[in-house]
């Protein structure tokens, strides 16, 4: 299963750009990957992940923002069409196994 994040912070004052930055930097401590600037994705192996992953997530929102979590499967995810200007790209498959940096 993919879990995706899509957020709308509000940066318009110093305070709220600290909160949306500490938010982005969270989801990347709890192994997201940046998709484009506010989406963020990662692979659960567990139905379990997505559940305490989400829950998280909705413990770190800040007060004005809008977060959208959304689970899919491999199969639903590896149908997703992508372009990077007027090319199509080719979408990433899930891990073989656990990989740890």
Known sequence: MWLMVMFDLPVTS???RKRATAFRKSLLDMGFQMSQYSVYMRFCSAGSQIETLSSAIGGL??????????????????RTISYAGTTR???RQAPG???LL
């Open 89 to 91: 790209s080719v979408n």
């Open 97 to 99: 196994q656990l990989e």
């Open 14 to 16: 110093k305070d709220e």
């Open 61 to 78: 929102v800040p007060a004005a923002g809008k977060v959208s979590v959304l689970s899919f499967t491999d199969k639903q995810y590896q």
